[in-house]
T-cell receptor
């Protein structure tokens, strides 16, 4: 399987703190994306970073990509209780027509 | 807003039943996907389709089949449901994976299937 891996598996922080989660993947990619999943729901797209980009921002989200290390990180600044969710990275490879998802990081933000 | 709609949020079926999970998208997307999600295992791809009547096996196709007769609809079929197919099933759609396109996936709300 070419499934990626997020790290850590679970993260618990206080409201207002920053949350950082990491993703490693195995193949060369076109894009890497981050998704959020609230409990019992489908996934919602957060941000996409292309393979030729190194950093991208969207509101309180900052994503970095290091293709030489095949890794990415998602930083959520000034976290809120509403950010409590699972976060997944996904890659789409040069070959094939698939998304490869990681196993997810479960984030809990304590009010 | 892009919408991917799965026919049921919760489903309870008996062992041996034939089960149909339906998914409809309204964005004229070429690609459609079926995943199952289990604790600790993340999302695992069952089947995907990149065009009408076209399908490809994902990582765990055993015990499942799919049908895509129209571009907007992708059905997952459990030929003979078993208890180990109890899971959350997620449908998604996206544009074709051509270089330069933003291939964001849009997900349905999920179907929680319990096989008893």
């Amino acid at each position: 399987s070419q499934q990626g891996e997020e790290d850590p598996q679970a993260l618990s922080i206080q409201e207002g703190e920053n949350a950082t989660m990491n993703c490693s993947y195995k193949t060369s990619i076109n894009n890497l994306q981050w998704y959020r999943q609230n409990s019992g729901r489908g996934l919602v797209h957060l941000i996409l970073i292309r393979s030729n980009e190194r950093e991208k921002h969207s509101g309180r989200l900052r994503v970095t990509l290091d293709t030489s290390k095949k890794s990415s990180s998602l930083l959520i600044t000034a976290s809120r209780a509403a950010d409590t969710a699972s976060y997944f990275c996904a890659t789409d490879a040069y070959t094939g027509n698939q998304f490869y998802f990681g196993t997810g990081t479960s984030l809990t933000v304590i009010p | 807003d892009v919408k991917v709609t799965q026919s049921s949020r919760y489903l309870v079926k008996r062992t041996g039943e034939k089960v149909f999970l339906e998914c409809v998208q309204d964005m004229d997307h070429e690609n459609m996907f079926w995943y199952r999600q289990d604790p600790g295992l993340g999302l695992r791809l069952i089947y995907f389709s990149y065009d009408v009547k076209m399908k490809e096996k994902g990582d765990i196709p055993e015990g499942y089949s799919v049908s895509r007769e129209k571009k907007e609809r992708f059905s997952l079929i459990l030929e003979s449901a078993s208890t180990n197919q109890t899971s959350m099933y997620l449908c998604a759609s996206s544009l074709s994976f051509l270089w330069g396109k933003n291939t964001e996936a849009f997900f349905g709300q999920g179907t929680r299937l319990t096989v008893v």
